[in-house]
C-alpha cells in the first residue's frame, strides 16, 4: 500500500530571515507597516517580494504594475537563475556594505539592488527577442534610480553597486561575479563603433567612485580601479590602477578587493 504523500515546506533561512526582520521593523516603526507588509510580509518567498518592488517602481501610466508585475514574474518562472543571482547580489550587498545592517534593507530601500535586479529581467528579456519590452526596462531604471544598463550587456552575480548614482553600462560590456563598483562608474566605449566596444570586466574586480573604464579592453580579475580614473588600456589581474589615463601603480593589495573593499594604496602601490 502506498504511503500517503506529506506535505514538504522547502526551507529557506534567507527568506526567513527577511521577514523576521521585516515583522520587526514594524514593531519599531509602526508608520512604515503598510510599505513593510505590501513589499515584504504579504508575500511568500523572495521571487514573489522581487516581483512586487520592480513592479511598484517600474511602473507609470504607459504601463501598469499589474502588467510589469506578470512581465517580471513569467521572468522569474521562466529562468530561474535570475532569482538565484538576486540571492548573490543580497549577500554581496549585505556583506559588503557597512552601511547594510539587515538582509531584508536592500530589498526595501538601496536602489543599486534594485536597479541590478529590474536590469536581470531586461537582459533576460532582450536575450529571449523581446527587444522593446527590455527597452522599456532599460528606460524605467534609467528614469527611476539613474542607472543606464543597457539590456544586453552581460552582468554576473554577486554585484555591489553602492550608492549607484550615474552608474553607465553599455550594450557589449561584460562584468563577471563579485564585482563592487561605487556611483559614476561607466563601462562605456570609445566612438560610434557599433560591434563588440565596451569593457569585460574579470570575477571579484573593484571599481571605485567615478572611474570611467572604456573601450573593448579587459580589466583582468581581482584587480583595483582607483576612484576617479579614466581605464584605457588592458588591465592585468591583480593589479591596481589610478590615474588619467589609469597607469599600473601597484598590486592590488589583497586576494578579493571587491570583498575587502579596500580603496586605500598600500605601501607597495606608492
Known sequence: ????????????????????????????????????HACIL?????????????????????????????IVEEAYAS????????????????ERDPAC??????????????AVQAYRVGHHLWTQ?????????????????????????KIGKGIMIDHAHSIVIGETAVVGDNVSMLHSVTLGGTGKEEEDRHPKIGD???????????GNIKVGQCS????????????????????IPARIVGEAGCEHPSISMNHMFGPQES
Open 79 to 94: 529562468d530561474p537563475s535570475l532569482v538565484e543571482a538576486a540571492r548573490a547580489d543580497l549577500m554581496a550587498i549585505y
Open 101 to 114: 545592517h539587515r538582509l531584508s534593507q536592500p530589498i526595501l530601500y538601496f536602489k543599486g539592488f534594485q
Open 224 to 243: 583595483r580601479i582607483a576612484a576617479g580614473s579614466v581605464v584605457l588600456e588592458e588591465v592585468p589581474p591583480c593589479k591596481t590602477v589610478a590615474g
Open 129 to 153: 527577442g523581446h527587444r522593446d519590452l527590455a527597452y522599456f526596462v532599460q528606460m524605467r531604471v534609467s528614469e527611476i534610480f539613474g542607472v543606464d544598463i543597457h539590456p544586453g550587456a
Open 204 to 214: 571579484g574586480v573593484l571599481i571605485g567612485a567615478g572611474a570611467k573604464v572604456l
Open 1 to 36: 500500500m502506498a504511503e500517503p504523500r506529506r506535505n514538504i515546506t522547502a526551507v529557506d533561512p534567507v527568506w526567513d530571515q527577511i521577514q523576521t526582520e521585516a515583522q520587526q521593523a514594524v514593531k519599531d516603526e509602526p508608520l512604515i507597516g503598510g510599505f513593510v
Open 42 to 70: 504579504h508575500h511568500k518567498s523572495i521571487d514573489k517580494a522581487l516581483s512586487y518592488r520592480i513592479a511598484a517602481k517600474l511602473a507609470s501610466n504607459e504601463m501598469s504594475m499589474v502588467v510589469v508585475r506578470e
